[in-house]
């Protein structure tokens, strides 16, 4: 099985910096695209950034400019690099892994448990 398992979350003063690991791990062949995806209460789970296994990214609108996604292929690892939080950022986050096991050959979805960000005015 796979597991990704996420760290960095926590409160912070608006204005303030964070960032967000995500390792995966497992009987993992191959990873493609990695990203972060955010729910606040009430709220849809809506893309914060992803990055490919060539290193292109895509962003939110509401966060561009703000927030840097990265990732280390060898640690197989994804980082979300939170700058100028604001309220608004509020959310537990996820990450996300399209990647392809030893034992299925062909690309699946998997989800992290979710981190809590609070960001306070």
């Known amino acids: 099985q796979v597991q990704l398992v996420e760290s960095g979350g926590g409160l912070v003063q608006a204005g303030g910096s964070l960032r967000l690991s995500c390792a995966a791990s497992?009987?993992?062949?191959?990873?493609?695209?990695m990203g972060w995806y955010r729910q606040a209460p009430g709220k849809q789970r809506d893309l914060v950034a992803s990055?490919?296994?060539?290193?292109?990214?895509n962003y939110a609108d509401s966060v561009k400019g703000r927030f840097t996604i990265s990732r280390d292929n060898a640690k197989n690892t994804v980082y979300l690099q939170m700058n100028s939080l604001k309220p608004d950022d509020t959310a537990v986050y996820y990450c996300n892994a399209l990647l392809i096991t030893t034992s299925l050959l062909r690309s699946v979805d998997y989800w992290g448990q979710g981190t809590q960000v609070t960001v306070s005015s």
């Open positions: 497992g009987n993992i062949l191959h990873i493609n695209t």
């Open positions: 990055i490919t296994g060539g290193g292109s990214t």
